[in-house]
């Protein structure tokens, strides 16, 4: 069975202190990792795709990351705009998409 | 701009009361899905719909029904039959090559 977990499930961090959010899967094939951001309230908002290990893709102040087993947001000078819960989700060959219980980032001035 | 809607953003119920959620979206996607979100959990599926007239359960589709009469629009219902149906709802789409899209949710309460 697909399994995601994200660690940490909290995270609090001065603004401009760098940090990693971390993402582990197992999954029978892996089509694709994708990283969502969640404001409170509000429905999860897409970030990245990354498909094979080794890739990495980059957005302003936000870097992922994917090896054979784990994934990595890496959030590079915060501000507190990069506040939210992020989520990552595996989806395996057959197209089933498997969420995480996402960290969530407190960035304070 | 496209986009998913999803209203009522919240939704009061009493017990014993069947409550609709509505779902557009303007995106042209063919597929529609529908999402529960507690907290400390991951999104888990309820019910979701390749095309106009079809759909299937998800992992959590006891207590829930759906309908798929136009390509826009993907209503869920959460029956009385649903054990616990106090949660955030949120409805997402996607297309060939577009990963998936989701709505602002719905926040429904059940007292």
């Known amino acids: 069975e697909d399994q995601v977990t994200q660690s940490p499930e909290a995270l609090r961090l001065q603004e401009g202190e760098s940090s990693s959010l971390n993402c582990s899967y197992t999954?029978?094939?892996?089509?694709?990792l994708f990283w969502y951001r969640q404001d409170p309230g509000k429905g999860p908002e897409f970030l990245f795709t990354?498909?094979?290990a080794g890739e990495e893709k980059e957005k302003e102040r936000l870097k992922a990351t994917l090896t054979k087993k784990e994934s990595f947001l890496h959030i590079t000078a915060p501000k507190p705009e990069d506040s939210a819960t992020y989520l990552c989700?595996?989806?395996?060959?057959?197209?089933?998409?498997?969420f995480g219980a996402g960290t969530q980032v407190v960035v304070t001035p | 701009d496209g986009g998913i809607t999803q209203s009522p953003k919240y939704l009061f119920r009493k017990e014993g009361q069947n409550v609709t959620l509505s779902c557009e979206q303007n995106?042209?996607?063919?597929?529609m899905y529908w999402y529960r979100q507690d907290p400390g959990q991951g999104l888990r599926l309820i019910y979701y719909?390749?095309?106009?007239?079809?759909?299937q359960k998800g992992d959590i589709a006891e207590g829930y029904s759906v309908s798929r009469e136009k390509k826009e629009s993907f209503p869920l219902t959460v029956t009385s039959a649903q054990k616990n149906p106090t949660a955030f709802y949120l409805c997402?789409?996607?297309?060939?090559?577009?990963?998936?899209?989701f709505g602002n949710g719905t926040r429904l309460t059940v007292t």
């Open positions: 999954v029978s094939g892996l089509r694709g």
């Open positions: 990354l498909y094979s």
């Open positions: 989700a595996v989806q395996d060959s057959w197209g089933k998409l498997q």
């Open positions: 719909s390749q095309i106009v007239n079809d759909f």
């Open positions: 995106l042209n996607h063919d597929a």
């Open positions: 997402a789409s996607d297309g060939i090559d577009s990963p998936l899209h």
